[in-house]
């Protein structure tokens, strides 16, 4: 018969690809469970190889190959053979790892030891869903490249990357599990296709370096470089807060005393200090608000509001936002008329903030209540006395 594909199913091979179809004839049953195997003839209607229905465009964002990164024609000859082309560039002197890019990033190259935050798809030969994603888990990788957390083809892939760069991988069992695999999950000898995505990083090795110098030396760091070293730690501090508030704290903590160890030569470098100052000790503030360290947290905002009050460094947004936080750190301790007063300071530096004004609007009835709650205690406790009379 003209146009007809065949094929042999094997109960022993379970990376055959399954889906249902349509036989010209029937199959012999005995030799199929016996272990022999069995030929059968597919009706053209339904092709082996659409593999359409599974495309995830969450996962991919071009249509170059198919979602698993497989030829749809190639997948008897070798799960990746048919994209290897689109790899270009060889990562590794033996050419076990060779990358495709997607989207080009932006400044340096990411170094070893970096910061790194990810988002990653993982495929393995033969599977056409991910055996990892962060994607379908909607959360990202954190990690410092060459610690140790991940498979090697991971920490290789990344270090040839820029911060917004996409691109994929295919790297050799050498760099990934080994010979042996993660049966049932990872195949035994299998190479993986690597879909990732740097969200952003940053240059731990300036900090690692800054930690290891005596103390004497530290004194000698020029006003530039105390600078940048805050600046990786206030960058390292936003980038955890949402996850880990109580990192972020230490980053924060760790950049400002960097600069309170700094002595400036002359005012210019005096204001240049306290201008990274304020930065840091509003996210400090932050901070310390989210770990219930109130007293610490209106510490750092009142200094901020300190320097904000000098005239080369005036700004009423972060003024008022400096009154601002030390007004939520009082409304947690329920000390209302601290609040309001540092709420009124907010509102005249930021009249038109509608957050700040909304919480002024807030703040005016939960003190109602609580008069109108003080009253009726004290009435009810005039009756008291009354009838005891």
Not at 214 to 239: F, H, T, W, Y
Request: contains cysteine.
């Amino acid at each position: 018969m003209e146009n007809q594909e065949t094929a042999t199913y094997n109960p022993n091979n379970d990376q055959f690809y399954k889906q249902e179809v349509r036989l010209e004839e029937g199959i012999d049953v005995d030799n199929l469970f016996s272990g022999k195997g069995t030929t059968f003839t597919v009706k053209q209607e339904t092709p082996l190889n659409d593999f359409n229905d599974f495309k995830k465009p969450e996962l991919w964002d071009t249509n170059e190959i198919s979602p698993i990164g497989i030829d749809p024609n190639a997948h008897k000859d070798g799960a990746f053979k048919g994209i290897e082309h689109l790899f270009t560039e060889k990562l590794t002197d033996d050419g076990f790892i060779i990358k495709q890019m997607l989207k080009p990033g932006s400044g340096a190259i990411i170094p070893s030891r970096a910061w790194v935050r990810i988002h990653y798809s993982i495929y393995a030969e033969g599977h056409d869903e991910p055996i990892d994603s962060t994607r379908l888990r909607s959360r990202t990788h954190d990690f410092i490249v060459g610690d140790g957390v991940n498979i090697p083809a991971v920490d290789i892939s990344v270090n040839s990357m820029k911060k917004g760069e996409k691109a994929r991988f295919l790297a050799e069992c050498l760099y990934c599990y080994g010979d042996m695999g993660v049966p049932p999950r990872i195949p035994k000898k299998a190479r993986l296709l690597l879909d990732i995505e740097v969200v952003t990083y940053y240059d731990d090795n300036k900090l690692n370096e800054y930690d290891a110098m005596p103390m004497d030396d530290r004194r000698d760091i020029p006003l530039d470089g105390v600078l940048k070293l805050a600046a990786i730690c206030r960058q390292k501090g936003n980038e955890t807060f949402k996850k880990n508030s109580r990192q972020a704290y230490n980053s924060y903590l760790k950049g400002y005393r960097i600069l309170d160890s700094h002595s400036p030569s002359d005012e210019d470098e005096e204001w240049k200090l306290q201008e990274e100052k304020i930065r840091i000790s509003l996210n400090l503030a932050q901070a310390c608000l989210e770990q219930g360290k109130t007293f610490d947290c209106r510490r750092y905002a009142g200094e901020a509001a300190k320097y904000l009050l000098n005239e080369n460094l005036k700004n009423p947004t972060k003024l008022a936002k400096a009154h601002y936080t030390i007004y939520k750190s009082y409304t947690k301790e329920q000390k209302l008329g601290d609040a309001k007063r540092e709420l009124e300071i907010a509102v005249k530096h930021a009249p038109h903030d509608k957050t700040i004004r909304e919480a002024f609007v807030k703040l005016e009835k939960a003190q109602a209540r609580e008069n109108e709650l003080e009253r009726g205690a004290m009435s009810h406790m005039g009756e008291q006395m009354g009838w005891r009379g």
